[in-house]
């Protein structure tokens, strides 16, 4: 049985939303982002750093996302992988640490506008910094989707899912307006089954409660 650590909301989506287009069969462990649970001594022997995901799979547990994706598609045979010697194989693994990049800025992003929930503990500096870094990533996965559907040219794989999650979560922080292909690329993304499939199983909303976090200035 292969057994999911999750948070709504959170980056364990991802791994959710994989699952579900592979068509495996899990269950869901729902963690609470705010409860504190993840700090707490048995989830930390899952999670050392009390994140999530966790995957416990094959016997063992896994709890990064990016090689949760990578081990899922190898051992599974999926061909929503691009193993060793496929042309796309480069491309495929850019992709996969690519949404690391951004989720780096979204985490900024979130600690900033939710985590740290008093005015005085916030930066606005910080706020209007880390959302034009968020804006400088996602061009660039403006100017791919502009030329084809998806991330790679052969079509969708597993790397849609991980940076999909993140042009998710990033509408919540900079406006998609500006970056008309993306926006399309997203409705195609939530329009896929699995998606929506994730989405219905994703539980009760915690961490981002409102549409759109501005930037101070407006």
Not at 94 to 116: N, R, S
Not at 122 to 129: D, F, G, Q, W
Request: aromatic share 10%; with cysteine; hydrophobic share 40%.
């Amino acid at each position: 049985m292969i057994r999911l650590h999750h948070c709504p909301q959170a980056r364990s989506f991802r791994t959710l939303w994989l699952l579900k287009e592979m068509g495996l069969a899990f269950e869901v462990v729902y963690r609470s982002f705010l409860s504190g649970e993840l700090r707490g001594d048995g989830y930390l022997a899952l999670s050392p750093a009390g994140r999530v995901p966790a995957l416990e799979i094959d016997g063992r547990v896994l709890f990064e996302s990016g090689a949760i994706t990578e081990y899922l598609c190898e051992t599974r045979a999926s061909p929503l992988w691009r193993p060793p010697g496929d042309a796309e194989r480069a491309d495929w693994l850019q992709w996969l640490h690519f949404a690391e990049t951004i989720g780096q800025h979204l985490a900024a992003l979130t600690q900033q506008h939710i985590v740290l929930y008093e005015d005085h503990m916030r930066s606005a500096t910080v706020m209007k910094l880390e959302a034009r870094r968020l804006e400088k990533t996602l061009e660039v996965v403006e100017r791919a989707v502009s030329r084809r559907d998806w991330l790679l040219e052969s079509g969708f794989s597993a790397v849609d899912t991980n940076v999909g999650y993140g042009v998710m979560v990033a509408r919540r922080f900079v406006a998609l307006d500006p970056l008309p292909a993306t926006k399309r690329y997203l409705e195609r993304l939530e329009n896929r089954p699995a998606f929506r499939a994730a989405l219905d199983e994703d539980g009760k909303p915690e961490i981002y409660l409102k549409p759109f976090y501005g930037r101070p200035d407006g």
